[in-house]
């Protein structure tokens, strides 16, 4: 079935790092892939998306690219902020269900 | 420009006890969706509604009900609570235009225990 594995947190950087968080995927068929961020005490809220192979999605300096050929969207950006702290998950979407990863934790330190 | 808005915000129940969670939107998406949140386990799907009057199971659906009460209003019911029920509840929308269950935007999530 249809599946999503990201990379176990937490994850802990210094501010201006460089912030990748692993996101591979399972799926029949042709998916989309979405990125969505949790900060403290609020919802999710969508970061990206990408809706076929080679897209790549972006959104305030974060970046994935979707990857057919290793069933792949990496979150990655350059320079993370303290403001970046926050649990990342990485979700697929076969047009009938939504699948979950089980997200990722980042804090990043001043 | 509130979006998504749940209440109530937290709430403590005992075993067996009902109650009914709301979520009301204002963006006039025509899906919304209720999700909860476990440690270790990402988001499932409780229940979602691709548009008013219609709902339909998601992943964990037993031991819940659900209202879609007009476009604007979509609430969640658990008429028997139970210690595995203990959760954050989400409560979702989305404009679906084509993709059906792709939330857009979430309330701030009603933290629930059951003693």
């Known amino acids: 079935g249809n599946s999503v594995t990201q990379m176990e947190g937490p994850v802990t950087l210094s501010e201006e790092a460089f912030l990748t968080i692993n996101c591979t995927y399972t799926?029949?068929?042709?998916?989309?892939l979405f990125w969505y961020v949790q900060y403290p005490g609020e919802g999710l809220q969508l970061l990206l998306k990408?809706?076929?192979?080679?897209d790549k999605g972006s959104n305030k300096g974060f970046e994935a690219t979707y990857r057919k050929e290793t069933t792949s969207f990496h979150l990655e950006k350059g320079s993370v902020q303290v403001s970046d702290s926050a649990v990342y998950f990485c979700?697929?979407?076969?047009?009938?269900?939504?699948?979950f990863g089980t997200g990722t934790r980042l804090t990043v330190i001043p | 420009n509130a979006g998504v808005t749940q209440t109530p915000k937290f709430q403590v129940l005992k075993t067996g006890q009902s109650m009914t969670l709301q979520c009301a939107q204002d963006?006039?998406?025509?899906?919304m969706y209720w999700y909860r949140q476990d440690p270790g386990m990402g988001l499932r799907l409780i229940y979602y509604?691709?548009?008013?009057?219609?709902?339909d199971k998601g992943e964990v659906p037993n031991g819940y009900n659900v209202s879609r009460l007009n476009k604007r209003e979509f609430s969640l019911r658990l008429e028997s609570a139970a210690p595995s029920q203990t959760s954050v509840y989400f409560c979702?929308?989305?404009?679906?235009?084509?993709?059906?269950?792709?939330?857009?935007?979430f309330g701030d999530g009603t933290r629930l225990s059951i003693l």
């Open positions: 979702a929308s989305s404009d679906s235009s084509g993709l059906i269950n792709q939330p857009q935007h």
């Open positions: 799926a029949t068929g042709y998916p989309s």
């Open positions: 990408a809706t076929k192979a080679d």
């Open positions: 979700a697929l979407s076969d047009w009938e269900n939504l699948f």
């Open positions: 963006m006039n998406h025509n899906s």
């Open positions: 509604s691709a548009s008013e009057g219609t709902t």
